[in-house]
């Protein structure tokens, strides 16, 4: 068979642009989460390991969060399935911890004493957290995001089987 031309493009998907943001906003989410890790690890000494399962589970998440992010950065940009699902299970487990934690003692800065400043604060961390949370949900469960990341797998195994078929058609030189 022949070889094809050189001067043909590439076959790899296109990125939509709105994908950038979420590149950049997991690149921020690692930086982030990293210095929220060294800002535990502190008080984690001084004082010992968390009694409490919301404890436990955001001494994990800040852990996890900063390496899983910057991995997911990897898989949005070579458009992996696994990218999409780990951005999509990192970012809800991180935002809905930070809005459960908005509601429990001690979630708000102690400097706030008025109920209505507290309750005010609250709200809008509220808002911050599900918004933050319903938009990546729903970005990457819309049907033209979901297939670009199943279409690069496919291409994939397409290039791999295609280049292997080609091989053995054209035979040693």
Not at 126 to 145: C, E, G, Q
Request: hydrophobic content about 45%; glycine content about 8%.
């Amino acid at each position: 068979m022949e070889s094809p031309p050189e001067s043909q493009p590439s076959s790899s998907p296109r990125r939509p642009w709105s994908l950038y943001f979420f590149i950049v906003w997991a690149i921020i989410l690692a930086f982030n989460t990293g210095v929220a890790l060294c800002d535990i690890t502190g008080p984690l000494a001084q004082f010992g390991t968390p009694d409490t399962l919301f404890g436990w589970l955001s001494l994990v998440t800040a852990f996890v969060a900063p390496f899983g992010f910057g991995t997911s950065v990897y898989g949005l940009w070579e458009l992996r399935p696994w990218g999409r699902y780990l951005f999509l299970i990192l970012s809800t487990l991180f935002f809905g911890l930070n809005l459960i934690s908005v509601w429990l003692p001690g979630g708000v800065p102690p400097t706030i004493q008025d109920p209505i400043q507290i309750r005010n604060a609250r709200l809008l961390a509220t808002v911050r957290y599900a918004v933050a949370l319903a938009i990546p949900l729903l970005y990457f469960n819309l049907n033209h995001i979901r297939i670009l990341f199943k279409k690069s797998v496919n291409q994939q195994v397409d290039k791999s089987t295609n280049g292997q078929m080609d091989e053995s058609v054209s035979g040693p030189d």
